[in-house]
């Protein structure tokens, strides 16, 4: 497929080098090096191509940058029920957290009563990026007008003996104090997540921009 051809003629070692630090958990020699504006901008230009769907067929793929970019696709895809149907089929290949974060349709935000229906699927999952996705959904669309305490329930009960599940959740939380400080709060001052999660969700509020220096300083001491 002509696809490849133009995956390999943007590849860069360099890059390939430094992603390979970032996202540790792959093979570095499936990374070719191709830079997320560069996929993004492939991705625009081919998704309407007839080997588009011969491409998001062909799984799994052999590279990182290849996932990427099927992710990408599914990304910006207009079509709800063929979206949902590209995603299943491709989580079970999502195998670091690059790809499963990079990994967000814009469409979701129109069909919020099916998509929490799936959510709840997801996370309740046996595997780390399915969960990871769930979480990084719940956290994406279910935060703001759509916010209900039980979905802080959902991530709290979530235990999980992997790095980038932990990490997820300590995200979700951090932005839930961001963005609904009163609510979430108690889950933080109870301690209803487990140690290192309760510590990083600390830490990555305190790191963020949204929470005021009071309330930072008063997360310090919860530790």
């Known amino acids: 497929m002509k696809i490849y051809k133009e995956l390999q003629a943007l590849k860069e070692k360099e890059y390939a080098d430094f992603q390979a630090k970032l996202v540790p958990t792959i093979e570095p020699s499936t990374i070719l090096g191709i830079r997320v504006p560069k996929l993004r901008a492939l991705a625009k230009s081919y998704i309407r191509d007839q080997e588009c769907q011969v491409f998001l067929d062909s799984l799994p793929h052999n590279y990182y940058d290849e996932n990427m970019l099927h992710a ?21 290949y999502v195998d670091n957290w690059a790809v499963c974060d990079i990994m967000s349709p814009k469409l979701f935000k129109r069909y919020r009563g099916d998509l929490m ?11 780390t990026y399915t969960i990871r996705f769930g979480l990084g959904m719940l956290m994406a669309h279910f935060l703001d007008e759509d916010f209900r305490p039980e979905y802080l ?32 709060l108690p889950y933080i001052e109870d ?16 790191e963020s921009l949204r929470i005021s220096k009071e309330k930072k300083e008063y997360l310090k001491g919860l530790k």
């Open 153 to 184: 329930d959902m991530a709290s009960s979530i235990r999980s003996d992997e790095y980038y599940v932990n990490m997820m959740i300590a995200w979700f939380f951090a932005t839930a104090l961001a963005k609904q400080w009163e609510v979430s």
């Open 117 to 127: 229906t799936r959510i709840k699927v997801w996370i309740a999952s046996e595997e």
């Open 191 to 206: 301690k209803r997540l487990d140690d290192w999660t309760h510590k990083k969700a600390i830490q990555k509020a305190r």
């Open 72 to 92: 990408i696709l599914i990304s910006e895809m207009k079509d709800y029920d063929k979206c949902i149907n590209r995603l299943e089929a491709f989580l079970p």
